[in-house]
């Protein structure tokens, strides 16, 4: 199956039965698949007006009780970012598919692209933190769909997949494991007096347990900045205590949340950085600088958000260069850098979008760092 | 004496006094909810209240109800998936004028058409009262606002010729001065299903009365009183208002129109009579 | 209040026994738009020299036993600061 089915699988089998979107290429294939997929889960399709009311939709779903997704691109996603934003700040579980396309603008709508990184991380307005997952397969694209969903459930946060048109639409085999062998999280529920209960009361965890609307805790959820109880409180002090926390829920489980993989690099000099689908080009790559004796290896991203900087940093102080293969002119190419810190060199090998990374351009980056090493 | 309002059960007390100016009618079209969901004894838990923003947007943080107060414009898809999410709830919206049909009018006209099982109340005071008395979708021709300060030159929406034409199966109009009558069609709207909209007309004394030559509070409802006709059944296209004619209030549309979750069970879940439940 | 009337009155008005009600107002909640005072079916209520801790004109029941218990205070008022109740009559005045 392609990507995008799979991803819509994987939504199903997290348990995801509500699912609001509206048509765009290269994403579409997720919607018609669960268009096709939901009704007949007991579960619910609807094609919205817009993407602004597909992102608001599921954001009501997930105060129903549902576990609810919507997928997008580009344009889709610019629009999302507004409601994206309540979902950070009344901390609600849901997933937003990215299959990225070339931008700005209407851009290559059927090409590739990796460029709304940096929008996946700040896109929304405001100081928050965020969780995104980047699929190199559709195989990927199935198991970080249920993981981005146990994460969404378990943090209270949004997640985004971030993925793109090659791997949305590659065909690839993918093996569904047993139901028994696919670990879900469900969100944690309230305990106590209703009467008593606080929305966003939360414990050593920065994470706040969740009602159900039509459960009898009647709570009052807004994007204004809140206190514990939900209450509107419109000065800094709420602000700090508010911001800080949906920030530490994220940055104190950073290390469980981000996921990375390692090739080859305890002998490499030179380390690629790359996720998604330019992990494929860069594998390519390094397999044949290795061919040519080049001590090369790749530190895969499969979690982009919240960035893996320690391991980065680590890395640079062993590593005489990190090159970060993306498809655009430099996103996760600043984190990188920043990372880095001056203690390694950074390259990047990128392009503005509408094809792959060529495997070439990798090794020419390669050969570069390794000659003059 | 210690004595307790009786709309204080419904109320987060805690918040009370509201943000509302003296003599606001969005308190008024609140206090009417609030008599129309207690005359209705329906189970509180299953209401849900969505609003977006504005002054009107307010009223979600004074109920105690699930209540959701959330982006400008977008309290009717946010409502939407609440609705679909949770068929058993009682979703209601209760929203300003600008919100819901200016930002938020292309979510009023889908809604409706795809007839959405929810209860839509729009307190219309004709201008942007949050941000200061700015000119809104429903601002008439000719009134003045703090961006029409020569009078405004755009004609305003017709609210419940547009619900009607977009598919609304209950449409009425009344004004904060109609206390009982509008206290009556909130509960008969909680009788019905499918889209149903009440448009409430309300001063804002503040941002709009003061520059229309409404300064006092009393002065709208003077205005109201002097000028509003009650006219049952009437067509709704004569319900558009500008400063000189007649404004015409009532019930203009009760209709019975299959609800979108009727169409879906018919179509998904034949053998079960009752809505179909998602999960 | 000439004209339009903006609460029903019963068909059988004249032969039911006229509830009697009293007003409560909380005087901090109310910010003196005088709508009670304006539509009150009885004119129970005024504005005297009373006014609230910030600074609002609040109103007073001076003709309190003419109060009907409508509840249209109740409902008008902007603010939730006035309410009716019913006061018990006692079983004899019924007719
Ligand atoms: S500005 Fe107008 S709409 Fe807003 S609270 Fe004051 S009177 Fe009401
Ligand atoms: S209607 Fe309410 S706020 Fe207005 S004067 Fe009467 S009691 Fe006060």
């Known amino acids: ?373 | ?279 | 209040m000439e004209g339009v009337k903006f609460w029903r009155k019963p068909l059988d008005w004249e032969m039911i026994q006229v509830t009697r009600g009293r007003v409560h107002i909380f005087e901090d909640r109310c910010k003196g738009c005088g709508y009670c005072i304006a539509y009150c079916p009885r004119d129970v209520l005024s504005f005297t020299d009373r006014f609230n801790r910030k600074g609002y004109h609040v109103p007073s029941a001076l003709k309190e036993e003419e109060c009907v218990n409508c509840h249209f205070c109740e409902i008008i008022c902007p603010d939730f600061a006035i309410y009716s109740e019913e006061i018990p009559q006692p079983k004899e005045i019924e007719l």
């Open chain 1, 1 to 373: 199956m392609n990507g995008d089915v799979a991803c819509a699988e994987g939504a199903i089998a997290a348990g995801c039965r509500f699912f609001a979107g509206y048509p765009i290429t290269p994403a579409t294939e997720v919607a018609e698949h669960m268009a096709v997929r939901l009704p007949y889960l007991g579960g619910m399709h609807i094609q919205m007006e817009d993407e602004i009311a597909s992102m608001a939709a599921i954001l009501g779903a997930s105060w129903a009780g549902q576990k609810a997704m919507t997928s997008t691109s580009g344009p889709g996603f610019s629009l999302m970012m507004e409601n994206l934003g309540l979902g950070i700040v009344t901390e609600t579980p849901c997933v937003v598919v990215n299959v990225q396309r070339a931008g700005p603008s209407t851009g290559l709508p059927t090409l590739v692209a990796q460029g709304d990184m940096m929008q996946a991380r700040w896109g929304s307005h405001g100081h928050y933190e965020i969780i995104a997952l980047v699929p190199s397969s559709p195989q990927e694209a199935f198991d970080y769909t249920i993981r981005a969903f146990n994460l969404s459930e378990k943090y209270r946060v949004p997640v985004l997949l971030m993925t793109d048109e090659v791997v949305g639409h590659m065909m690839e085999k993918v093996t569904i494991p047993p139901k028994s062998a696919i670990r879900l999280v469900s969100r944690r529920k309230p305990r106590g007096a209703k009467a008593r209960h606080q929305p966003f009361s939360a414990d050593a965890s920065h994470i706040p347990p969740m009602a159900t609307a039509g459960d009898g805790y009647f709570m009052h959820i807004t994007g204004l900045t809140h206190d514990s109880r939900g209450y509107p409180g419109m000065d800094a002090p709420t602000q700090k205590e508010m911001v800080e926390r949906l920030v530490a829920k994220i940055r104190t489980h950073a290390e469980e949340i981000m996921d990375v993989e390692e090739y080859l690099l305890e002998d490499a000099r030179v380390v690629l950085v790359s996720y998604g689908v330019s992990v494929r080009s860069s594998l390519k790559a390094m397999f044949e600088a290795r061919d040519r004796g080049m001590k090369v290896g790749l530190l895969k991203l499969n979690t982009v958000w919240p960035f893996p900087e320690r391991r980065v940093r680590e890395l640079a102080t062993t590593m005489d260069a990190l090159i970060t293969v993306e498809i655009n002119l430099g996103q996760i190419a600043l984190e990188v850098e920043r990372s880095a810190a001056g203690r390694a060199a950074t390259d990047l090998v990128g392009h503005a979008g509408g094809t792959i990374i060529e495997p070439g351009a990798i090794l020419e980056a390669i050969e570069a760092r390794c000659l003059n090493v």
């Open chain 2, 1 to 279: 004496m210690k004595s307790v309002h009786p709309y204080d059960e419904l109320l987060r007390t805690d918040r009370i006094p509201h943000i509302w100016c003296p003599g606001c009618g969005i308190g008024t079209a609140f206090s009417s909810m609030l008599a129309a969901i207690k005359e209705s004894a329906l189970p509180l838990e299953d209401f849900a209240v969505v609003s977006g923003i504005g002054c009107t947007g307010r009223v979600a943080g004074y109920l105690k109800l699930d209540s959701f107060h959330t982006t400008h414009g977008r309290a009717l898809p946010f409502a939407t998936g609440l609705k679909l999410g949770n068929p058993r709830l009682n979703v209601v919206t209760f929203s300003g004028d600008g919100d819901l049909f200016a930002i938020g009018g292309n979510h009023f006209i889908h809604a409706a058409r795809r007839n959405i099982d929810l209860a839509v109340f729009c307190v219309n005071n004709f201008n942007y009262g949050m941000t200061g008395g700015q000119v809104a979708p429903t601002t008439p021709y000719g009134a003045k606002t703090a961006t029409t300060p020569m009078g405004n030159d755009e004609w305003p929406f017709n609210l419940p010729l547009l619900a009607y034409a977009v598919g609304a199966v209950y449409v009425a109009r009344w004004t904060t001065l109609h206390v009982r009558r509008l206290t009556d069609a909130i509960r008969e709207v909680f009788d019905r299903r499918g889209f149903r909209f009440i448009e409430i007309l309300a001063p804002c004394p503040t941002a709009y009365g003061r520059r229309n030559r409404m300064k006092a509070p009393l002065d709208v409802l003077k205005y109201f009183e002097a000028r509003v006709r009650v006219r049952h059944d009437a067509d709704p296209a004569e319900a558009q208002i500008d400063l000189e004619s007649p404004i015409v209030v009532g019930k203009f549309v009760d209709r019975k129109r299959p609800t979108f979750l009727d169409l879906w069970s018919k179509r998904y879940a034949p053998d079960e009579d009752e809505e179909v439940h998602v999960a």
